[in-house]
């Protein structure tokens, strides 16, 4: 008869196994660098991130030598770095004029860093999924983007080619900032290999923020937990147009934080029945948690410019969750994004290696990535389009002062 085993030591075994496999899939994927890194982007893509035509951006290339030519990828075919791309970009709006060409924010007309947090208290809602295609669909875009993860799961950190628990010190996540007398906010932010995107990432010791904030309550009188990372922000207003805060599935400290430091509210989940009754229950928990805040600070309540549910992991041809689909968007109607983020083969293909669709090369399955893209980007088109509403109404307001 076996001998009981140490659940410790099981455990940490477990932990190590798929830690080595997580490690050796970047690896393989990534050669011969075994470290990610983003592709080059086609002209035609190159051309449908700057807004303009792939037969403008090759006659732009060609009469003007100045400009980045790109990098042979075959007969006839060139590819484009980011770094390239955004180049062109500030050449056209220089040249232009056109706002059009004009990437994030116009701090100078008024508009305000934008905090996008995503939460849900349910598991499994497509939250990190969310917040890591938005960010990167954003910086590809041309904007300064940071995505903060505040989960200890650190979904959102491993994506983006980090061993949260091997790479990352405690101090190096948002607990490094949350402790007393913690780092500078802006201190944790690290560049990947997006540019324009930053992360400040996370592993398994951010959960100890759980435990350490109440015990910090109790002992200051005045301590406002909720008000640290909100507090923080301007210190990030000169080096980002928006922030994307990843949250954990609770209603915790860290989750509070966000809400707190938000401008606009996503909340993904599925057209499931089970999704659809806790996504009403995190609402009710969310507005109780609230009232009790507002009611302790007697300050005027938390206002957000926009709050809006997404419909996630859409099975297009599953009629129980068209009917469902439905009813959520009979009881929210303009509260739900119009677009949709569909389950799709290659968004299973893309998590498989530890990327994103954006991420993915054309390959063998071209047709079905491009409907996975598709997909994607009008979620993202129309959340980017209620930012920059944010700011357009800012500045309407402005001039007619």
């Known amino acids: 008869m076996a001998e009981p085993q140490n659940l410790v030591a099981l455990f940490e075994e477990y932990a190590a196994l798929a830690e080595a496999v997580q490690r050796r899939i970047i690896e393989i994927d990534n050669k011969p660098e075994q470290k990610?890194?983003?592709?080059?982007?086609?002209t035609r893509e190159a051309a449908e991130l700057l807004g303009i035509s792939d037969s403008y951006l090759r006659r732009l290339v060609l009469e003007d030598g100045e400009l980045p030519q790109g990098e042979a990828l075959g007969p006839n075919r060139r590819g484009f770095r980011l770094e390239d791309v955004n180049l062109i970009r500030r050449q056209l709006l220089a040249r232009t004029g056109d706002p059009r060409y004009r990437a994030g924010r116009d701090p100078a007309a008024g508009d305000r860093l934008q905090v996008l947090t995503l939460?849900?208290?349910?598991?499994?809602?497509?939250?990190?999924?969310?917040?890591?295609?938005?960010?990167?669909?954003?910086?590809?875009?041309?904007?300064?983007?940071?995505?903060?993860?505040?989960?200890?799961?650190?979904?959102?950190?491993?994506?983006?080619?980090?061993?949260?628990?091997e790479d990352l010190?405690?101090?190096?996540?948002?607990?490094?900032f949350m402790r007393p007398k913690g780092r500078p906010l802006a201190g944790l932010a690290r560049p990947t290999y997006i540019p324009g995107l930053d992360l400040i990432p996370a592993n398994l010791g951010l959960y100890r923020v759980e435990f350490e904030?109440?015990?910090?309550?109790?002992?200051?009188?005045n301590f406002r937990f909720w008000r640290l990372l909100a507090d923080a922000i301007p210190s990030l207003d000169e080096r980002y147009d928006v922030v994307v805060c990843d949250c954990p599935p609770s209603l915790g400290y860290l989750t509070i934080n966000a809400l707190y430091a938000a401008t606009g509210l996503?909340?993904?989940?599925p057209p499931s029945m089970l999704d659809?009754?806790?996504?009403?229950r995190f609402f009710r928990m969310m507005a109780d948690t609230l009232a009790d805040i507002e009611a302790f600070e007697g300050g005027p309540p938390k206002?957000?410019?926009?709050?809006?549910?997404?419909?996630?992991?859409?099975?297009?041809?599953?009629?129980?969750?068209?009917?469902?689909?439905?009813?959520?968007?009979?009881?929210f109607g303009d509260r739900l994004l119009d677009a949709r983020m569909a389950h799709t083969t290659a968004l299973d293909q893309a998590g498989n290696v530890k990327r994103t669709l954006y991420e993915l090369e054309p390959g063998s399955g071209r047709k079905a990535q491009e409907r996975g893209v598709d997909f994607m980007d009008r979620v993202n088109a129309e959340i980017e389009a209620l930012i920059q509403a944010q700011w357009q109404r800012r500045r309407a307001g402005q001039e007619a002062a």
């Open 266 to 269: 996503i909340v993904p989940a």
């Open 119 to 165: 939460c849900n208290f349910k598991g499994g809602a497509a939250k990190t999924t969310t917040a890591v295609h938005l960010s990167q669909y954003l910086a590809l875009r041309g904007y300064r983007v940071l995505l903060i993860d505040l989960d200890s799961q650190a979904s959102a950190t491993g994506i983006f080619g980090f061993h949260p628990d």
């Open 36 to 42: 990610k890194k983003l592709r080059l982007f086609p």
């Open 276 to 280: 659809f009754a806790s996504t009403g």
């Open 169 to 176: 010190a405690e101090e190096d996540t948002l607990y490094g």
């Open 213 to 221: 904030l109440p015990v910090r309550q109790m002992k200051e009188t």
């Open 303 to 331: 206002r957000l410019d926009f709050v809006r549910i997404l419909l996630t992991k859409v099975h297009t041809t599953d009629k129980n969750q068209q009917r469902i689909a439905a009813w959520m968007t009979a009881t």
